[in-house]
């Protein structure tokens, strides 16, 4: 392997995550760190602090990984929109069991997620991409999600064809193709670094209508 990679290596700052801090809710947690990853974006310190690596299961079984961004929390689960025929679309009608990773290096934090994942309501869907710019609800309505096209050129020209459609439109509906899904978490890690590589993990396993907190060796 091409490169010096032993060198690559960064010390983490002596702060960690303690249980008093993290308290028993796991969705609080969430929220305060999602909130603090957003400021840090404010303040330009942070890229794209709602990118969230999601990880599907096909039909043969095999995993699939792809990024997607996290678009807010709705009733105890983690939303995200996309096409509902893509591949990830298709695993998740399939078997909705999934898992999702948020990674804030820069905050030296990073959240681990597995549940399941359900279709976000329709009207949920539609105040979502009501919201959108323009350009992206036409995308939304050009691009076949995950299947072959020629070329950029027939990417390109099945754009103009979808502007042209809604030229006199001033609201661009949603396609019944592409919408929301949350997942809803049956575990969450909330992974902090710290020196020397002994990293603080704290688990939260749902238990009935509450979490069991547990700590796990880094």
Known sequence: M????????????????????????????LERWLAEALAAFDAGALAEPNAMALATVGPDGAPSVRTVLLKGLHDGG????????????????AEPRCAATLLWHELQR???VEGR????????????????????QLGAWASPQSR???DRAALEQAYAEVEERFA??????RPRHWGGWRVVPER???????????HDRLR???????WQRDRLAP
């Open 2 to 29: 091409g490169g010096d990679w032993a060198r690559v290596r960064r010390e983490y700052a002596d702060v960690g995550l303690r249980e008093v801090d993290a308290g028993a809710d796991p969705n609080a947690l």
């Open 78 to 93: 983690l939303c995200f929109y996309t096409n509902y025929d893509s591949r990830k679309g298709h695993d998740l009608a």
């Open 110 to 112: 990073q959240v681990r």
């Open 117 to 136: 994942a359900h279709r976000l309501p329709d009207e949920v869907s539609d105040a979502y991409f009501a919201s959108r710019p323009r350009p992206a």
């Open 148 to 150: 072959p096209v020629a």
């Open 168 to 173: 006199d439109r001033p609201e661009v509906p």
């Open 188 to 198: 969450m890690e909330f992974w902090h670094g710290r020196p020397g590589r002994m």
């Open 204 to 210: 939260f396993t749902r238990q009935g209508t509450g």
